[in-house]
């Protein structure tokens, strides 16, 4: 029992911490899950729309991800970016069921204006493509908690 709590102490000291969020979030900070790819599509879409040219993504792209880290099942953890933004390029070249690592490395703080557990944006993931060996990470939404 003793080696127990004496192989407890030194990993916690070893391991980077866990940073719990708000209550009803669903997930740590720092978590990460191994996955797939769901959707690649522009920022911005049609109702309906199902087929894009490289033109539709001049508005940015969005990914999202066969998970629900960090935002519980009301809906999937993604990356929005606006057009311009470094990382657009290994973004639009996503598909459908590409393996990826996707990382939640950020939850807003609970304040006036953001309730983290009510409104789900602005969390941030890091994303690692395992196809193309590289990374991209960002926002999961264009605006951040409580915002416009």
Not at 77 to 95: F, I, Q, T
Not at 98 to 121: I, Q
Request: charged share 15%; proline share 5%; hydrophobic share 40%.
């Amino acid at each position: 029992m003793q080696r127990f709590f004496m192989l407890a102490a030194i990993a916690a000291a070893l391991l980077p911490s866990v940073v719990l969020p708000s209550p009803g979030i669903a997930s740590p900070v720092h978590a990460c899950v191994n996955t797939t790819v769901m959707i690649v599509e522009p920022r911005i879409v049609s109702y309906g729309q199902t087929h894009f040219t490289r033109a539709d993504f001049g508005s940015g792209v969005e990914v999202a991800f066969n998970t629900t880290l960090g935002v519980s099942a009301a809906g999937w953890a993604s990356v929005v970016h606006y057009g311009g933004a470094g990382g657009n390029a290994l973004m639009m070249s996503e598909r459908r069921g590409d393996r990826v690592r996707v990382c939640l490395v950020h939850v807003p703080a609970k304040d006036r204006y953001c309730n983290p557990v009510t409104d789900l944006r602005g969390r941030v993931y890091d994303v690692y493509d395992y196809r193309r060996h590289a990374s991209y990470s960002g926002m999961n939404s264009e605006h951040d908690c409580g915002g416009a």
